[in-house]
């Protein structure tokens, strides 16, 4: 099994005490090294464009995430050529977010 790329700028967290029951966590995000991070890896992206981020527990308690490299089945794939296009990956700078 290949190494584990673990994302950089991006932390998980339980919801606080008292939060309502239909807050599952929290996540932030350091925000020149996460989008540093995403550049670095934006040859793991599948074909629309997403970085598919899996959430687990270690064995001591702690959360931590990675990217998911499984390879889909049945016609499905991952996109592993974004940096052989002349376009770039869409940017925060790019998109319409709220903050």
Do not use: C, Q
């Amino acid at each position: 099994m290949a190494d584990k790329e673990f994302v950089r700028g991006m932390f998980f967290n339980l919801p606080n005490e008292g939060a309502p029951d239909y807050v599952i966590g929290e996540i932030d995000i350091r925000y020149g090294e996460f989008f540093e991070w995403l550049k670095e890896n934006k040859d793991s992206l599948t074909t629309k464009g997403y970085l598919p981020i899996t959430i687990k527990k270690s064995r001591a308690g702690s959360y931590y995430m990675h990217i998911n490299d499984f390879k889909l089945g049945r016609g499905g794939s991952k996109n592993t050529d974004w940096a052989k296009r002349e376009e770039e990956p869409p940017t925060p700078e790019d998109e319409d977010f709220p903050f």
